[in-house]
């Protein structure tokens, strides 16, 4: 392996954990020694690196500091594209949009310019039906989960029957046909699901809903026996 292929796959080992990471950790998982681990760590501080901590201690990516340019294998190129397109067919342009905007921003801050090589890679999302569905009150509900909002929701279940609810959203989930928004609900003092294309009204007043996101996550999970990552079944609303 070249030295500056051994450097980025040590910045993209660095990147993969938000908590200090062993030169020993670091290097089994890269396959050499941990001299050589420390070596080039300083040669990536040396480049610009935002990379802190010490021997013995461990080492972390700094928050918020500047990058050296990236540099992309074919296949981790393909799947950026292929992600980006499949957001592009899920019936948020603000989503689609920012999909896109993404993959112009890690096109040009490559070693290389890698617009072409995108633009050709033949991995499509197929369109299913005449066009996309847009739910209009996708974006509205991404920002309350964003900022741990409390949304005030006029809602109809399959049955058609409609109700007033306030809930305490935290996921959405993207299911082959629907979009679902998983809440802690006031009205019912439970967790449920509400379908994106049956809401009728979403309002945020801005407040904070009085829990943490990643709380009413975990305790959503253990509820229904999931592990981080499964798709959850259907629940009632």
Same mark, same amino acid.
């Given at each position: ?43 990536? +501080? ?16 700094? +928050? ?89 929701? +006029?809602? /109809?279940?399959?049955?058609?029957? +409609? ?28 967790? /449920? ?45």
């Amino acid at each position: 392996m070249s030295r500056s292929g051994r450097l980025f796959l040590l910045m993209d080992a660095l990147r993969g954990h938000r908590r200090p990471v062993t030169a020993a950790a670091l290097a089994d998982k890269l396959g050499v020694s941990e001299r050589t681990i420390y070596r080039d760590i300083q040669t990536l +501080a040396g480049l610009g690196a935002p990379v802190e901590g010490e021997a013995g201690v461990g080492y972390v990516l700094r +928050a918020g500091g500047f990058l050296p340019p990236l540099m992309f294998s074919a296949d981790e190129l393909e799947a950026l594209v292929l992600g980006a397109r499949w957001v592009g067919q899920q019936g948020d342009d603000g989503l689609a949009k920012a999909a896109a905007n993404a993959l112009a921003k890690i096109a040009t801050a490559s070693p290389r310019d890698l617009r072409d090589t995108m633009a050709d890679t033949s991995l499509w999302v197929p369109i299913e039906g005449a066009a996309r569905v847009r739910e209009e009150f996708m974006a509205p509900v991404r920002e309350a989960i964003r900022h741990g909002h409390t949304l005030r929701l +006029a809602y /109809r279940d399959g049955s058609g029957k +409609a109700s007033e609810r306030v809930v305490w959203p935290f996921a959405l989930a993207f299911f082959e046909g629907a979009r679902v928004l998983a809440a802690w609900c006031e009205l019912r003092v439970a967790f /449920r699901h509400f379908r994106i294309d049956r809401i009728g009204a979403a309002v945020s007043d801005g407040e904070r809903y009085p829990a943490q996101r990643q709380e009413l996550l975990r305790r959503w999970r253990a509820e229904l026996g999931i592990e981080p990552g499964a798709p959850a079944a259907g629940q009632k609303s």
